[in-house]
Structures are given as structure tokens and as C-alpha cells.
């Protein structure tokens, strides 16, 4: 496609539930983010792929929370026993560059309900 | 700990005139500073961007100025249209990541 994808577009879990967020980045781009924005917030780093390997997961705010990117491709983030407080929109970005983020290609986000 | 903050959360501009949209930081190890402009049920798009050796750049109707001994950038739109109206984002950069503020929503009136 043009542009990151990202699916669901939203998704609505019961307190306890597992989820899995995907995002497929453009086409050859080499390192892909995921950002977490809360209501009223800018993004929050959540954790940066360089190809398959995850260099940076520092943002990850609990052991609930895994991604992995097996091929250097597609992502998946993971949400094991969701909480109230993981409500968000989840961004995932890509970009051509090893490294630098500036001028990443952010997807539409996945909005993530917990009730 | 906010690292990158922007201190009003929205402005109102007539169209035409000029829109003015400011952020502070505190971490001087930040070494690219970024804008991203965000409309409802997309994702950031990025607009503008300064290297921290600049103090200024410009891009058509967009200039992003850096005061480096003050920790405060601005983005300035010259002449501000409707269609800018959209939440914008200033980004600092530091290694691999990006810290965002909080945004601003800007709104432009015809």
C-alpha cells in the first residue's frame, strides 16, 4: 500500500482481555516505531524496530506489553490482561532511515477501548 | 517529567493573519527538533523540521525558529488558512525517539 496501515482501526476489550495491534509500514522502510497517545496527550514512545531486531523497548510501560516484527516487516503489538489505563490510540511509524525518525510516516492509529 | 511542552492547548486565528505556535524544552541534548500536524481520525503528518546547529527554517508559508539559550522553539504559518486548522505537535529528538508535546489546536476562521 501508499501508506502505513494499521488494523483494527478500533477496538473495544473487556478488562482482562488479550489484543493484538498490527501495522503493516510502507514498503521497504527499515525502522518502524509504536506510540501510545492518550486523550489530550502527544504520542508517547512506546518501543523502535531496525529490521526484525528490537533496539529500543524502554517505552514499554509494563511486562503486559510486547511487539515483535519476526520478518522486518509487519508488527504486532500485544496487549496481555488490558487495564483501564491502556485505553489510547496505538501509532505505529515507519521510515526509510536506520535510525533518525525525521520525516517517519505515521499509519491512522488503532483506538483501544478497555471496559 | 515533561521534557517538551506546549503550553497552550488551543489558539484561534482569522484567516490571513498569522499563527503562531510556540514550545519549550528542558533536555539540551535534543538534536532535531520537529512540527506534525494532526487532523481528527488520522495519524501525525509531518510538516517542518530544525536541525539544533539552525535557528531558523523556512518552508513556503512555514518557518520554524530554535532560541537555543531560551529551550523555545515557534512555528510560524504566514498567512494562516482554514485548512491549517489541525492539532499541531512539536517533537524533540534525542537518539532513536522522538518525545512529542501535548499539542496545540489551532483554529483558523474565515
Known amino acids: 500500500g501508499a501508506g502505513v496501515s494499521q488494523s483494527p482501526r478500533y477496538k473495544v476489550a473487556k478488562r482482562g482481555q488479550d489484543v493484538a495491534l498490527r501495522c503493516d509500514p510502507i514498503?521497504?522502510?527499515?525502522?518502524l516505531f509504536w506510540y501510545q497517545q492518550a486523550l489530550g496527550q502527544g504520542p508517547e514512545f512506546l518501543t523502535y524496530f531496525q529490521n526484525e531486531a528490537q533496539l529500543d523497548k524502554s517505552g514499554l510501560p509494563s511486562d503486559r506489553f510486547f511487539a515483535e516484527r519476526p520478518e522486518g516487516s509487519v508488527s504486532t503489538l500485544k496487549i496481555q490482561r488490558t487495564q483501564q489505563e491502556d485505553s489510547a490510540v496505538y501509532l505505529c511509524?515507519?521510515?526509510?532511515?536506520?535510525?533518525?525518525?525525521?520525516?517517519?510516516?505515521f499509519g491512522q492509529g488503532t483506538r483501544l477501548t478497555v471496559v | 517529567d515533561q521534557q517538551v511542552k506546549q503550553n497552550s492547548p488551543s489558539l484561534s486565528v482569522q484567516e490571513g493573519r498569522i499563527s503562531i505556535l510556540n514550545c519549550d524544552y528542558t533536555?539540551?541534548?535534543?538534536?532535531?527538533f520537529l512540527w506534525y500536524k494532526k487532523y481528527p481520525a488520522e495519524g501525525p503528518t509531518f510538516l517542518i523540521s530544525?536541525?539544533?546547529?539552525?535557528d531558523k527554517n523556512e518552508d513556503g508559508r512555514f518557518t520554524v525558529f530554535l532560541n537555543k539559550s531560551a529551550k523555545h522553539l515557534s512555528l510560524h504559518i504566514v498567512p494562516s488558512q482554514p485548512g491549517d486548522s489541525a492539532v499541531y505537535f512539536c517533537a524533540a529528538k534525542v537518539t532513536l525517539k522522538l518525545i512529542f508535546g501535548q499539542g496545540t489546536e489551532l483554529s483558523v476562521k474565515p
Open positions: 530544525i536541525s539544533s546547529i539552525k
Open positions: 511509524a515507519s521510515t526509510t532511515f536506520r535510525g533518525p525518525i525525521t520525516e517517519a510516516f
Open positions: 533536555n539540551s541534548m535534543f538534536d532535531y
Open positions: 514498503s521497504g522502510h527499515v525502522s
